[in-house]
């Protein structure tokens, strides 16, 4: 067997996409997934340092405006300098939901969404990266994403669920 053509994870909108922007990958094989990169929206802030501009969909314990370092290549994210006291929830929607109903979820991820004033990327249609600042107040989002869960249509989780880690 050969070695498995590796696969990217990309942020079509980034959160936070300035005019001049980096892009390095995280190696998510230390998360379990194999042969999957996923690409990370950064600003380079100088000294090595570098801030990240989009919203984690994969990789776990980075977040919205984490300062990271990249190997020497420039390739690779491969440490957290200072987290940003940020977090992310992710939301994965079942594939077995019908177009009509998969719309009426999203519009109303969307508009919770908006109306707490959160950042959000969508990786396709059905999984959900949502930026929640520090200090804010998201109890609404998680009982909305709770009914879901509770409906067997969703699946949720907090992306610092596990410390960053580089392969």
Partial sequence: MGVAEPKFIVHDA??????????ARVDLAPFGF??????????????????????PFRVYGLALEDLVSISSDGSLVDSLVYPSGRRVLRVLLIPELKSDRLAEIVNSLNAAARAGGL???????????????????????????????????????????????AP
């Fill in 34 to 55: 194999s042969s999957l990169f996923e690409q990370m929206w950064l600003g380079d802030l100088g000294g090595g340092v570098y801030e990240v501009r989009c919203i």
């Fill in 119 to 165: 950042l959000f990327e969508w990786s396709g249609d059905r999984h959900v990266a949502i930026d929640i600042p520090v200090g804010i107040n998201v109890d609404y989002l998680i009982r909305l994403v709770h009914g879901y869960v509770e409906q067997g249509i969703a699946f949720w989780e907090w992306g610092d669920a596990e410390p960053f880690r």
């Fill in 14 to 23: 980034p959160a936070k996409a300035a005019k001049q922007n980096y892009i």
